[in-house]
């Protein structure tokens, strides 16, 4: 239970954190002069797009396990809210 209980921070801590190794590249990749600088100052936004654009097919690929295990960590939340809400239901039909 340990290991999921912080799976969605987990996941999102590590999203985040590949984001910014994706941006670091771009922005060295940029520095040397190996992808086009943007025009008039729009280098920075160039870059952070580039980084996001980078970082969603690598989360996808090196984060399954992460993103199965804040899955599996949210479906057991909506389970247990589903029973809660039928326990009450039931105990208000009963008492009506």
């Known amino acids: 239970m340990s290991s999921q209980k912080f ?7 590590l999203r985040f954190g590949l984001l910014i190794a994706c ?7 940029c520095s040397l002069h190996a ?3 943007g025009a008039n100052n729009s280098n920075l936004i160039w870059m ?3 980084a996001l ?7 996808w690929v090196l984060l399954r396990k992460q993103r199965d295990a804040m899955s599996e960590q949210i479906v057991e939340r909506v389970d247990r809210a589903k029973a809660r809400f039928e326990a009450n239901a ?3 039909d009963g008492a009506a």
């Open 7 to 13: 799976a969605s921070l987990r996941y999102t801590a």
């Open 23 to 29: 941006f670091a590249v771009v922005w060295v990749l």
């Open 35 to 37: 992808i086009p600088l």
């Open 48 to 50: 952070v797009l580039l």
């Open 53 to 59: 654009v980078l970082s969603a097919p690598l989360s």
């Open 90 to 92: 039931s105990q208000e």
